[in-house]
Every structure is written in structure tokens, then in C-alpha cells.
């Protein structure tokens, strides 16, 4: 555990991404292999499975640091990460362990066959040998969310400069549904490829954001232009008679979206397709919202695949008769898809993402107005030349969204954030008038500057007017814009409306709080798009 | 019944015996100072009264006011009530305020830590019935590393980036802190430079016999290439400014008790930070108040409700000071603590 807690410190310690490169890769030079597993899992957001509940550390840790709960509880807010409260809570550990990361993560995942007092007695008596660092990389291997500012990305090009092995093969290697039990460092990262997971996606290529107009681009003749549908990206892989479907977050989603099993009916073995699931009605999509009435299921009630079914719209062709196609230009690789999907019937759950035809940019400008008539985000601008990258390069591909809406909100409660933003006020509800009452009906963490945050933090702590648990609700003196990408009904709200990613666009200080917007404002808004 | 020895009023702590406040936030006639920080030692009062080893900061930091110095262990009789100072262990000249009327004592704590930190006059324990206490770190995941081991890290951190051809920033405060710091690193690693505000205060700290290590302040015309292998001591407000990139290549360094957090360290965006306060960490406040022999307790300046709460169930009288601040801590003083 000491070398792993070396590495993390150094990680922490710095906020370049050279240094944490360079520790990375020194250290994947070094450990042992199933360190080096564990490593990779782990920052690539796989963990041990949970022995033992968050309730159980907490009261554990309260009773050896002879601190009451409720005291416990008390800081874990002001800290900002439960792992971090009970590794300082404890006293200081009587012993010190030379044993590797592996040992203390097979400790943990041999407690699911121990009995429960047993499993108290281990978990005491490893927080008896670690020092603070272990204690916390100890206890976050329970209680999960390794964000210690290593992108799967930056780890991917450490391991590549300690193997010696391009940096997107490895990239490919580590995708799909491994896990330390599954597989060893050597079968993942060293061996011959052959048998490799057929069900392994390819790396996703993501677009930056494009901020400015897209004069600067060059020659519209070299770019294509798609919707950028607002649904969920998806890779779709036909490989040995099975099928697949990857979410951008690596999530296996196959069960999720039984439709589009019906793909393997229509296209070849050996075909992998880069695009957006969509609810569809037929002949256009339908609003996010009744998407994610499919989002968080498993299993799909029957009616809910008549109500909301969905269908791939493929903007990318990534492998073809087990080819991967990712090298060659989106010129040629767009020609293929079209082929592909050319002739499919209409009740084919996928269909080709069409490119929108212009000459000029001041054109597209215009039809990128009209996206929320498509019921798309805004455009995607893709070089026709460009090869399929991975991960979010600069260059080729660009989201040209559309402006967001906006409306003017009171705050009214407040909460502490979690992580880098503990102890700060970060978290708010807002509200919108309704006659001479303040009708709450979002909330938004995002958007202010750590200044904004800091002085917010400063006001909220002396304009408390109540407070209910971790939440205060302060004095309704703030005016803040409100962005957000989409509005739908929402029964289960008291305002009747909920946002799709509201973040705060500014601080009003301009604005007296009487004239913050109406729920009648908010639900205009909701005539006119939703 | 008879007024209690000290009450709280919308201007800070008050003593009706005497006439006088304690560390008032807004102006008064009579002020009693525990030490020179901004939110305890405010401006606009008619008489200010401090130690003499508080004093001359108080002075340079106020200008001109009317101020009476008093020795550590003097008493002062101030209308009914018997008034001394005694030290408190958080800067140079810091102290404790006891006050007695009557037969019945009260302590009022001001800033303070247990720990000897070897510059400021170290915290002496007073017996008292009341006892008004600071708990800026008043939760059980605050405990202090030794000074030593700190010490061990900050120079080891200034002898890596001395050896690295890099100039060390470390941001603290600069009454007591970075005074503090000074002492605790070694100089055979390199020069000392500083930022005005701390040389300012190291000037008067000096004049008034504190010994500190030879230090130079960063003036416009100082160039950096001239003193390799330098450490910089800065007030936090100056990291990431103009003055700081004009150091060239560094490393920043943080020292503060908020330190013990990985979220505010985060936050900080420093290359470092070292756990060090002048505050009393959670054992520190717990073992300050036993020895008090204080059946009341009064909690200010931190987290107050948390704090009062835990004490009363220990057994011990305790309660809030209602301040200005809300009850918690606020975010200026987390550059100080």
C-alpha cells in the first residue's frame, strides 16, 4: 500500500499533468502486476465489490475514535468526503504494513464470506496498521469514487510510455467489461491480441465545443454538418453473431434498448456504428424526457417499448467486415455507412443520421436556428478528411450548440459541496415568483467562479433564515440566470416543469429580486419548446 | 441576581463591571485587545488597552490611536473588575483575558493554541468558573502533525526546489505565521526573501527584540536570478498575482491548519500544503478547557454550534456566542488560521 500511496500523493500534490504522467508511468515501471491491475482498475472506475455498508465504517470509526456519531456526521459535510472524515477521525494507527495494494483489496473482497463481526474486527484492524493517506485509499476502495484527477487518458499514456506500446491500441485494450477477476496485467495490457473481448468497443472520438462563429474553420467544402441529437450517445458492435451497445461512459447498455437487438437482422457480422439513441415517433425524435423514462432501466416493461421506443440514428461506420475503418477519412467511411443503411424498411431500429446540405456558413447559421424544431442541441461540424480519433481531440470535429435558455431565479436554499468545493456553499435551489410566493424549481451547482462560490459561501453563512439537516434556507436576496438546454412538464415538480442541465450562467447583482422571472415566464417557455 | 461578569452584545463581549469590551467589532469607548489580527484589533475605538508585546503591531497596523500596555500577569483594576492578560500561545503578544468581579472568574480565550510554537510567549493555563473559548478547528478530524515533522517537510520541500533551480513560495499569513515559519526553517537551504507586508511586521517584531533570521524583502528592483535557490514568504492574497508570477520558475506552499483538508488543499491549487495553525486543534481545545476547571463554556469563532453541542454532552455548561459571523467560521480567516 505504501507505494500506492506515494503515487497518489504525488498525483494529488501537483496540478501538472507532466509530473503525474511521469509518476504514473514510474510506477507502472515498478509495482507488481496485480498492483498494476488493481491500479488500472481502479482509475479507470472499477472497484472491489462492497463488503460492508458506509453506515457500518461510520459507526465503526465513531466508536474507535471514541467520538460520537452524530459528531461524525457532523464533520463528514465540512470535509466534504467520508472516506477523508473517518481516515482523520481515527487515532493515529499503533503499527505500520509493508503489504501491497492487492493484499488490502483481497482483504476487503474476502469479507463478503466472513461473518459480520468478524468483518468489523478486519476492517479495525487494518485501519490499526495504515497511516492517514493508506487509511483514506483504503477506505475510498470501499466506499468508491476514485477522482483523484487522473483521466482514464492521462493513464492510459503513462502505461504507454512504460510498455513502450501505442498509446491508442492500449487505449482500446483497457475499454469493454473487464475486471481484475476477469483477466491478469498480462492477458490485458501484454498479450497478443487474438483473443480479445469481441465485445470491446472502440474508443469514443468526442468534439470540442465550438465557441465562436465557424468562419475560422476554412472552406465549408471540407466540413459535414449533422444534427447534434440530444439523446444518448451509442456504439453498436455486430461481432460473431451477437450484439453489443457501449455508452459513452463504457457502460455496457445492451438489455437496455432490446430494440435494437433487431439490428443484427439487417447488417453484417463485423460491423460497428458510432451514434446517437434516440426515442423515435415514427418520423422524428421525441424529447429527452420520455428517453429518460428509459435511461436508468434494466428491463423494459412492455409498454414502455410501445411508448418510448427507441432507434440508433448511425452518423459513423468504425468497422466494417471486421475491419477497423477508423484510419480512413469520414469522406469515405460516411460513403460506407450510407451503403450500409441504404434500402433498410422502415421499421428498422436504425437509421442513418442524415447530413444537413449547405454552401455557406451564414446558411447553416440559419438552419442551426431551427434545431429545437428538429428537437437537436445545435450541429456537429465534422472534417470530411478526418480520421476516427479517440477521446476529445481539437481540430476535426466541433458541437456547434444552440444558445441556451435562460431565466432569472431567486435563490432560496442552499448546501455544501462535496470533494474540492467542501465547505463551500456550491449547491442551490432556485425559484421563479408565482404571484407574491417563491416557487422553487431547479437546482444548479455549476457555473460561478471559486471567487463567486467563496463570497457566496461568505453571504450564505450570515443570511441563514432555517436550516433542515444540510440544507439552509437563506434570505431571498439573490438573482442568478439560470441556463438550461431543454424544459419539460414535470408532474412530480411543484413548479410542474423540470430543466435539462440548468447551471448558473451569471450572478445578478444587478437585478433587484421583484424582478426575477414568473413561473408564467418559465411556463411560456415551456409552450414554446417543449 | 447579579450581571453576570461578562455579557455579549451586538458590539462584541462586554463587561458591565468595568465599563470595557473585549475585542469589540464595532467602535466603543474602552477596548481590551488579545492580539493583533484584524478581527479581534479593529479600528475607530476611543482607548485601546494590550499587551506591550501587541502593542507596537496594533499600533503599526491601526496608526493613530490611543493605546495602554499592560505586562503579561499585571492586574489592572478597571471599574469593579480585575483585569489581567496572560499569553496565549497564538502570536507574539497574544493573550488570554481573565477578568474577575467579585470572587467569580472569567477567561476569555481570545485566538490560541497549547502547543509551544517557539516564538510566541507559550499558552498558559488559567483556572476560571467561565471560560470563553475560540474553536475555529473545534471537530474531531482536526489534529495537528508535530512541528517538527512539519518542519522536516517544509525544508525538504525548499531544499527540492532549491536543488531544482526553483524559487519555494510559501503563502501565510503575516502577523505570527509567517514569523512562525521563519524560525522553523533552515537557512543553511538558502536566503530568506519575503513580501512587504510580512517585512513590515517583521520589522516591528524585531525592533520590539523577537529574534527572526535574516530575511530581504522582493522590491520592484530585486531580481530573482540573483538569489537562487530562494524561499519566499507571502500573505496567501499575493499567490497567483503579478508580483508572484515575477518570481520566476516556483513551487507554492501552503501552511495552514485547512491544510488537514484535501479539499481545501485542492482548492488552493498550491503545489504544498503543510499542516501548521496557530489555533488549538480538537485535542488541544479539549485539554485547554479541562484545565480551565470551567464549568461554563462559551464557544466563538469557528464551529460553534458542532463545538457546544459535543461539550454539553461531555457534561460541561456550554453554549454559544451569538457574533456577527453566523456562528461559522468565515472564509477570511482561512487564509489566517
Given amino acids: ?44 472506475g472499477r472497484r472491489p465489490k462492497r463488503a460492508v455498508t458506509t453506515t457500518q465504517l461510520r459507526e465503526w470509526a465513531a466508536e474507535k475514535a471514541g467520538v460520537p456519531l452524530w459528531l461524525l456526521e457532523e464533520s463528514y459535510p465540512i470535509v466534504g468526503d467520508l472516506a477523508e472524515t473517518i481516515a482523520l477521525i ?205 435511461i436508468g432501466r434494466k428491463t423494459v416493461p412492455k409498454k414502455l417499448l410501445k411508448d418510448a421506443p427507441v432507434i440508433l440514428l448511425a452518423y459513423d461506420l468504425l468497422e466494417e467486415n471486421g475491419q477497423d475503418l477508423r484510419g480512413t477519412p469520414l469522406r469515405e467511411r460516411r460513403a460506407h455507412l450510407d451503403k450500409l443503411l441504404a434500402n433498410l424498411p422502415p ?115 450570515k443570511n441563514t433564515l432555517q436550516r433542515f439537516g444540510p440544507v439552509r434556507q437563506v434570505r431571498p436576496e439573490h438573482v442568478f440566470e439560470i441556463a438550461f438546454e431543454g424544459i419539460f412538464e414535470s408532474p412530480r415538480h411543484k413548479s410542474g416543469v423540470a430543466l435539462r442541465f440548468p447551471r448558473m450562467a451569471r450572478w445578478r447583482h444587478d437585478k433587484p429580486v421583484a424582478e426575477a422571472n414568473t413561473l408564467d415566464d418559465l411556463r411560456a417557455i415551456l409552450t414554446a419548446y417543449a | 441576581m447579579r450581571a453576570p461578569v461578562l455579557t455579549f452584545t451586538d458590539r462584541g463581549i462586554f463587561c458591565p463591571a468595568g465599563g470595557f469590551h473585549i475585542d469589540p467589532w464595532r467602535p466603543v469607548d474602552r477596548a481590551l485587545i488579545t492580539h493583533g489580527h484584524a478581527d479581534h484589533a479593529r479600528p475607530g475605538h476611543g482607548h485601546y488597552l494590550a499587551t506591550q508585546q501587541a502593542a507596537p503591531v496594533i499600533r503599526h497596523r491601526l496608526g493613530n490611536i490611543v493605546i495602554d500596555t499592560i505586562r503579561y500577569g499585571e492586574t489592572l483594576r478597571i471599574g469593579d473588575a480585575a483585569v489581567s492578560f496572560h499569553p496565549a500561545g497564538h502570536i507574539p503578544g497574544s493573550a488570554q483575558i481573565r477578568v474577575a468581579v467579585a470572587g467569580e472568574v472569567w477567561v476569555v480565550s481570545g485566538d490560541y493554541k497549547v502547543a509551544p510554537d517557539g516564538l510566541s510567549e507559550p499558552f498558559e493555563p488559567l483556572p476560571c468558573h467561565s471560560f470563553i473559548t475560540e474553536c475555529t478547528f473545534g471537530l474531531p478530524v482536526f489534529k495537528w502533525p508535530d512541528q517538527a515533522k512539519v518542519a522536516r517537510d517544509l525544508n525538504a520541500w525548499w531544499a527540492g526546489n532549491a536543488a531544482a533551480g526553483k524559487t519555494a513560495l510559501l503563502g501565510a499569513y503575516s502577523l505570527g505565521k509567517a514569523q512562525r515559519l521563519m524560525k522553523m526553517l533552515n537557512t543553511d537551504i538558502g536566503p530568506l526573501l519575503t513580501h512587504g507586508a510580512v517585512e513590515a511586521t517583521n520589522a516591528v517584531l524585531r525592533a520590539q527584540g523577537y529574534t527572526l533570521p535574516d530575511t530581504q524583502q522582493v522590491t520592484p528592483d530585486l531580481r530573482i536570478k540573483d538569489h537562487p535557490g530562494a524561499l519566499v514568504i507571502a500573505p496567501p492574497a499575493a499567490l497567483g498575482t503579478p508580483w508572484a508570477r515575477k518570481l520566476g520558475a516556483s513551487s507554492t506552499g ?51 454550534d458542532i463545538f457546544a453541542r459535543a461539550l454539553t454532552e461531555m457534561g460541561w455548561n456550554a453554549q454559544v456566542v451569538p457574533t456577527q459571523f453566523g456562528g461559522d467560521e468565515d472564509s477570511a480567516e482561512e487564509a489566517a488560521a
Fill in chain 1, 1 to 44: 500500500m505504501k507505494d500506492f500511496a506515494n503515487l497518489f500523493t504525488t498525483l494529488d500534490q501537483t496540478t501538472r499533468t507532466s509530473l503525474k504522467t511521469q509518476a504514473l508511468a514510474a510506477y507502472f515501471t515498478d509495482a507488481a502486476d496485480t498492483d498494476k491491475l488493481w491500479t488500472i482498475a481502479l482509475f479507470s
Fill in chain 1, 90 to 294: 481515527l487515532p493515529e494507527a499503533a503499527a505500520t504494513s509493508d503489504l501491497p495494494l492487492s493484499h488490502w483489496i483481497n482483504t476487503l473482497r474476502a469479507l463478503s464470506n466472513v461473518p459480520p463481526e468478524e468483518r468489523k474486527h478486519q476492517i479495525l484492524a487494518a485501519w490499526d496498521q495504515l497511516d492517514a493517506t493508506e487509511r483514506f485509499l483504503f477506505n475510498k476502495l470501499i466506499t468508491g469514487g476514485f477522482r483523484i484527477g487522473v483521466s482514464q487518458k492521462l493513464m492510459t499514456r503513462a502505461l504507454a510510455q512504460a510498455t513502450g506500446q501505442d498509446e491508442a491500441s492500449l487505449a482500446h485494450r483497457l475499454m469493454g467489461g473487464w475486471t481484475p477477476d476477469t483477466t491478469t496485467y498480462h492477458a490485458l495490457i501484454e498479450a497478443e491480441d487474438k483473443a480479445a473481448d469481441l465485445s470491446r468497443p472502440y474508443p469514443f472520438y468526442l468534439a470540442y465545443q465550438l465557441d465562436d462563429t465557424p468562419d475560422a474553420l476554412g472552406d465549408p467544402a471540407d466540413w459535414q454538418a449533422e444534427w447534434k441529437w440530444d439523446g444518448i450517445r451509442g456504439q453498436l458492435i455486430l461481432r460473431a453473431g451477437e450484439h453489443h451497445i457501449w455508452s459513452r461512459g463504457e457502460e455496457l447498455i445492451t438489455d437496455r434498448f432490446p430494440e435494437l437487438a433487431r439490428a443484427k437482422d439487417f447488417l453484417p457480422d463485423g460491423t460497428v456504428l458510432d451514434g446517437e439513441i434516440v426515442t423515435w415517433d415514427g418520423t422524428a425524435p421525441m424529447s429527452f424526457n420520455t428517453l429518460q423514462s428509459r
Fill in chain 1, 347 to 461: 421499421d428498422a431500429p436504425l437509421k442513418p443520421s442524415a447530413p444537413i446540405p449547405f454552401t455557406n456558413w451564414q446558411s447553416l447559421s440559419d438552419t442551426r436556428a431551427k434545431s429545437r424544431e428538429m428537437r437537436a442541441e445545435g450541429l456537429m461540424l465534422k472534417r470530411l478528411d478526418s480520421p476516427y480519433l479517440a477521446g476529445r481531440k481539437k481540430g476535426d470535429w466541433w458541437k456547434w450548440k444552440l444558445d441556451p435558455l435562460t431565466i432569472d431565479a431567486v435563490m432560496i436554499y442552499a448546501q455544501q459541496g462535496h470533494g474540492r468545493r467542501a465547505n463551500l456553499f456550491t449547491d442551490f435551489t432556485f425559484a421563479v415568483w408565482q404571484g407574491n410566493d417563491l416557487v422553487p424549481f431547479t437546482k444548479a451547482y455549476s457555473g460561478l467562479t471559486d471567487v463567486e462560490f467563496t463570497q457566496i459561501t461568505a453571504w450564505v453563512r
Fill in chain 2, 254 to 304: 501552503f501552511a495552514s491548519g485547512w491544510m488537514r483538508l484535501r479539499g481545501v488543499r485542492r482548492r488552493r491549487a498550491a503545489d504544498r500544503g503543510f499542516v501548521l495553525s496557530d489555533h488549538a486543534d480538537w485535542d488541544g481545545l479539549l485539554s485547554a478547557i479541562r484545565t480551565t476547571g470551567a464549568e461554563n463554556i462559551y464557544a466563538t469563532h469557528g464551529y460553534t
